[in-house]
C-alpha cells in the first residue's frame, strides 16, 4: 500500500500581489469630500449621455498625450450616445490624489436626443 504526500519545509509562500491594473475604491463620503460640493454622480440605472470626442479630450489632456500625439477621431461615432450607467467607482490618482470616477455604460438604442428625459440623469 503505498499513499504520496506532500511536506513543505519553511514559511509558506507570501500571498499573490495583486495585479497592478487592480485599483482600490475610495469610500464615498472621503471621495466627495475630495471632490468638492458641486459635483455630483448619477446613480447606477439612470440614462446618461455620453461624449465621445469630449472623452478622447479628456484622457488625452490628462495623459499629457496631446502633446506626443493627436486626438483619436471616430468618424462613424455619433456625436453622443444615449446609455445606460451599469457601475460607478470611485478612485484617485496614486501621484496626484486627484481624485475621478470610473464608470460602466452601456449604448440604448438610437434615440434622437430631444427624446431623452434629461430629469432622468440629473444628480
Known amino acids: 500500500m503505498s499513499s504520496s504526500s ?4 519553511g514559511p509558506p509562500p507570501p500571498p499573490a500581489a495583486p495585479p497592478e491594473e487592480e485599483k482600490k475604491c475610495l469610500n464615498s463620503e472621503l471621495w466627495h469630500a475630495c471632490a468638492g460640493p458641486l459635483v455630483c454622480l448619477p446613480t447606477v440605472g439612470t440614462r446618461v449621455v ?3 470626442q469630449g472623452h478622447s479630450e479628456q484622457v488625452a ?16 461615432l455619433p456625436a453622443q450616445l444615449i446609455c445606460q450607467l451599469h457601475d460607478v467607482t470611485m478612485h ?32
Open 61 to 76: 489632456a490628462s495623459t499629457n498625450k496631446e502633446v506626443e500625439g493627436h486626438i483619436p477621431n471616430y468618424p462613424n
Open 6 to 9: 506532500a511536506v513543505s519545509i
Open 50 to 52: 455620453y461624449f465621445p
Open 92 to 123: 484617485a490618482d496614486v501621484e496626484t490624489d486627484e481624485v475621478y470616477a470610473q464608470m460602466t455604460l452601456q449604448p440604448l438604442n438610437p434615440v434622437r436626443l430631444q427624446d431623452f428625459d434629461v430629469r432622468t440623469s440629473q444628480c
